[in-house]
């Protein structure tokens, strides 16, 4: 069984906003972190946004005030909700998770969520201009 699994990708135009969707088995524990990173051809990982398991919230300078990340507990689901798009946003969007204690704090797991043990297959995002 798949752990992470994402949806809600697609192309947009500039300006444009989109919603993914990450739904996991329910292995998720309490004391974990979820994330969302991004990787465009030729480019590095990017973590763009992480919550921890008390619901606070991190953003990626690139991303934030236009990016949104939450979490349905009940519903095993992680959204990113992706406002005012823009060309340089167009990458493959992951999902991410892995306990707390692997991590100092949510800024590092934010820029190492890449390398996370748990990671989905992503989900495309395309803008145009």
């Known amino acids: 069984q798949v752990p992470l699994v994402e949806s809600g990708g697609g192309s947009v135009q500039a300006g444009g906003s989109l919603r993914l969707t990450c739904e996991d088995s329910?292995?998720?524990?309490?004391?974990?972190?979820m994330g969302w990173f991004r990787q465009a051809p030729g480019k590095e990982r990017e973590g763009v946004a992480a919550?921890?398991?008390?619901?606070?919230?991190i953003y990626a300078d690139s991303v934030q005030g236009r990016f949104i990340i939450s979490k349905d507990n009940p519903k095993n689901t992680l959204y990113l909700q992706m406002n005012d798009l823009n060309p340089e946003d167009t990458a493959m969007y992951h999902c991410a998770a892995d306990p707390k204690y692997r991590y100092s704090d949510t800024w590092m797991f934010l820029r190492w969520m890449g390398s996370a043990r748990y990671r989905g297959q992503g989900t495309q995002v395309t803008v145009s201009s």
């Open positions: 329910g292995f998720i524990d309490t004391d974990w972190y």
């Open positions: 919550i921890n398991s008390d619901g606070s919230t």
